[in-house]
């Protein structure tokens, strides 16, 4: 899933500082997994702008609503009748960042701002703790790495062994974090495949990744 | 081919070679390393110019090795993963071919997180692996990592590097075993401060048939200070300084512990040049490049003829 986390309090109230009257939107996609921009955090949030508002003297009215996604235009439209029933001034949306995005698109005159932080693809190590595993290269290889990623989980993207920074078996960059490469190793060991290890593996094609330009997935037989 | 560089023919030969390291400024005046540089001349055989060493902003490792050449001096060209993606890279390359410079050192470069300037987008587009292939074949078949051909025949003599003190010695010699597969013609290694450790490191890359077929020059270094050890040993990457070297540094007053670490130095020289498999000896400078030619000149190494 994507994992995100919320923006500052304080943060939040400055973007919306000249506004009386707002929409928070969250979404009950993976921002409500990852407990980052679900109806509870929503609500949370929500209350948090409203008090901060009311010790300034200065009231503001946050209005609460959660999509089933922001990453479907059909939900987006939702938005439609309560935005124009309530004429809200600006919207909040607690989803990664295609959600903000959406709602401008749809919304062409409505100001919108971001909630959250939106970090990467990854999971839950355990409640309360996420990790990066899916830098979306767009070309998946981890079954040369023992089913491991090195292209997103070592900090210098090496396809042909570990750096020489690494410190105790703990990441050059982050010395809480394992290096990657040692767990490769152990994995392919226990399968018995170190030796394709020992294949230098020539240079990856970055055209498929981001460094292309945004991407487009289009499935024909889907598209009638 | 491969360039028939001074550091090639002294390994070639068989003889003992040294190596030392310089690092460009932080800015343009280059009077002072290059006054150095000049008291440096036939001493070794060739001098490593780095490139943004610990992710920190230094005068271009191109220039500076061209600017070594013109002084009659052989540099090692060094080109960090880091910085630069495959476009840069072959065209800094090339470049350097056409200013003379033949020996190229191919690393990945400490994370921009280490440096100056965190905040820098990482590049990493080639492992160092990667880019020593990459380089082989402009050397030896004239085509860039495309395929396309180019106009002439560049000469290089490619080396890479390797730190023998990692925790898990067998992943990190399948990364040096790629390397030399890779095409590396020689290797230098991190600074050797633990010369039992090497040892034992060099066995088992002497095991992996590593040495065998590629030249492993020992890297080694003279500590300022215990200070300085104190701050290499927690801060930067790739220094492995056991206790033993702090507490002879300690027991010594501090107008004194230069004098101790160019000691130490030259003791590990001695105990390298015994090791099976050792090639040569690579003094980094680590911010002491005044010591260079004195330690050259008291470790034996004169007069170098090749």
Same mark, same amino acid.
């Given at each position: 899933?994507?994992?995100?986390?919320?923006?500052?309090?304080?943060? =939040?109230?400055?973007?919306?500082?000249?506004?009386? !009257?707002? +929409?928070? #939107?969250?979404?009950?996609?993976?921002?409500?997994? /990852?407990?980052?921009?679900?109806?509870?955090?929503?609500?949370?949030?929500?209350?948090? =702008?409203?008090?901060?508002?009311?010790?300034?003297? !200065?009231? +503001?009215? #946050?209005?609460?609503?959660?999509?089933?996604?922001? /990453?479907?235009?059909?939900?987006?439209?939702?938005?439609?009748?309560?935005?124009?029933?309530?004429?809200?001034?600006?919207?909040?949306?607690?989803?990664?960042?295609?959600?903000?995005?959406?709602?401008?698109?749809?919304?062409?005159?409505?100001?919108?701002?971001?909630?959250?932080?939106?970090?990467?693809?990854?999971?839950?190590?355990?409640?309360?703790?996420?990790?990066?595993?899916?830098?979306?290269?767009?070309?998946?290889?981890?079954?040369?790495?023992?089913?491991?990623?090195?292209?997103?989980?070592?900090?210098?993207?090496?396809?042909?062994?570990?750096?020489?920074?690494?410190?105790?078996?703990?990441?050059?960059?982050?010395?809480?974090?394992?290096?990657?490469?040692?767990?490769?190793?152990?994995?392919?060991?226990?399968?018995?495949?170190?030796?394709?290890?020992?294949?230098?593996?020539?240079?990856?094609?970055?055209?498929?990744?981001?460094?292309?330009?945004?991407?487009?997935?289009?499935?024909?037989?889907?598209?009638? | 081919?491969?360039?028939?560089?001074?550091?090639?023919?002294?390994?070639?030969?068989?003889?003992?070679?040294?190596?030392?390291?310089?690092?460009?400024?932080?800015?343009?005046?280059?009077?002072?390393?290059?006054?150095?540089?000049?008291?440096?001349?036939?001493?070794?055989?060739?001098?490593?110019?780095?490139?943004?060493?610990?992710?920190?902003?230094?005068?271009?490792?191109?220039?500076?090795?061209?600017?070594?050449?013109?002084?009659?001096?052989?540099?090692?060209?060094?080109?960090?993963?880091?910085?630069?993606?495959?476009?840069?890279?072959?065209?800094?390359?090339?470049?350097?071919?056409?200013?003379?410079?033949?020996?190229?050192?191919?690393?990945?470069?400490?994370?921009?997180?280490?440096?100056?300037?965190?905040?820098?987008?990482?590049?990493?587009?080639?492992?160092?692996?990667?880019?020593?292939?990459?380089?082989?074949?402009?050397?030896?078949?004239?085509?860039?990592?495309?395929?396309?051909?180019?106009?002439?025949?560049?000469?290089?003599?490619?080396?890479?590097?390797?730190?023998?003190?990692?925790?898990?010695?067998?992943?990190?010699?399948?990364?040096?075993?790629?390397?030399?597969?890779?095409?590396?013609?020689?290797?230098?290694?991190?600074?050797?401060?633990?010369?039992?450790?090497?040892?034992?490191?060099?066995?088992?890359?002497?095991?992996?048939?590593?040495?065998?077929?590629?030249?492993?020059?020992?890297?080694?270094?003279?500590?300022?200070?215990?200070?300085?050890?104190?701050?290499?040993?927690?801060?930067?990457?790739?220094?492995?300084?056991?206790?033993?070297?702090?507490?002879?540094?300690?027991?010594?007053?501090?107008?004194?512990?230069?004098?101790?670490?160019?000691?130490?130095?030259?003791?590990?020289?001695?105990?390298?040049?015994?090791?099976?498999?050792?090639?040569?000896?690579?003094?980094?400078?680590?911010?002491?490049?005044?010591?260079?030619?004195?330690?050259?000149?008291?470790?034996?190494?004169?007069?170098?003829?090749?």
């Amino acid at each position: 899933m994507i994992i995100a986390e919320r923006k500052p309090v304080q943060e =939040l109230l400055a973007m919306v500082a000249t506004f009386k !009257n707002i +929409l928070m #939107v969250g979404c009950k996609g993976c921002v409500t997994v /990852c407990n980052a921009g679900g109806k509870k955090e929503v609500a949370i949030l929500s209350a948090a =702008l409203r008090l901060a508002r009311r010790n300034q003297g !200065n009231p +503001l009215t #946050v209005d609460e609503m959660t999509l089933d996604r922001q /990453c479907e235009p059909e939900f987006i439209t939702w938005l439609e009748e309560p935005l124009n029933k309530n004429h809200y001034e600006a919207v909040i949306s607690l989803a990664c960042s295609v959600g903000p995005q959406y709602i401008a698109q749809t919304f062409t005159d409505l100001p919108v701002f971001p909630g959250l932080n939106t970090g990467f693809m990854g999971g839950t190590a355990r409640h309360g703790i996420w990790e990066e595993y899916c830098a979306g290269c767009g070309h998946c290889g981890v079954h040369h790495f023992g089913g491991l990623c090195p292209v997103t989980r070592c900090a210098k993207n090496l396809s042909n062994g570990p750096c020489g920074g690494s410190e105790e078996g703990m990441c050059e960059v982050n010395k809480d974090q394992p290096c990657i490469w040692e767990k490769i190793y152990v994995r392919m060991q226990t399968l018995g495949t170190l030796d394709l290890l020992k294949t230098v593996r020539g240079a990856k094609d970055w055209s498929v990744s981001l460094s292309g330009g945004p991407r487009k997935i289009i499935r024909e037989d889907l598209t009638v | 081919m491969i360039a028939e560089t001074r550091l090639q023919q002294t390994l070639s030969k068989g003889q003992f070679a040294v190596t030392c390291e310089l690092t460009p400024p932080r800015g343009i005046d280059t009077g002072g390393l290059l006054a150095i540089a000049d008291q440096l001349k036939g001493r070794v055989d060739a001098v490593n110019v780095n490139d943004n060493p610990n992710a920190n902003v230094r005068l271009s490792s191109l220039v500076f090795s061209r600017l070594l050449l013109d002084r009659g001096l052989e540099p090692v060209f060094e080109q960090a993963m880091r910085d630069r993606n495959r476009l840069a890279l072959q065209s800094d390359l090339l470049g350097a071919a056409a200013l003379g410079i033949q020996n190229v050192l191919c690393l990945s470069g400490d994370h921009p997180a280490k440096g100056d300037h965190p905040q820098g987008h990482k590049v990493f587009d080639l492992d160092s692996s990667q880019w020593i292939e990459a380089v082989k074949r402009i050397r030896d078949e004239g085509v860039l990592l495309n395929g396309k051909k180019i106009s002439g025949r560049p000469k290089f003599f490619i080396g890479g590097v390797a730190n023998p003190f990692m925790k898990n010695q067998d992943l990190h010699l399948i990364r040096l075993q790629n390397k030399i597969a890779a095409g590396a013609d020689f290797i230098q290694t991190q600074p050797v401060f633990d010369i039992e450790g090497f040892g034992h490191w060099m066995t088992k890359a002497e095991e992996a048939g590593v040495a065998d077929r590629t030249p492993i020059i020992a890297g080694v270094a003279a500590l300022k200070s215990l200070r300085m050890a104190e701050y290499l040993r927690e801060r930067v990457t790739g220094f492995h300084i056991p206790e033993e070297i702090l507490t002879r540094l300690k027991s010594k007053p501090e107008a004194e512990q230069s004098s101790e670490g160019l000691h130490i130095c030259l003791e590990q020289i001695k105990a390298l040049q015994q090791i099976k498999g050792v090639k040569g000896v690579h003094i980094l400078s680590i911010g002491n490049e005044e010591k260079l030619p004195e330690i050259i000149e008291r470790a034996g190494f004169l007069p170098r003829l090749v």
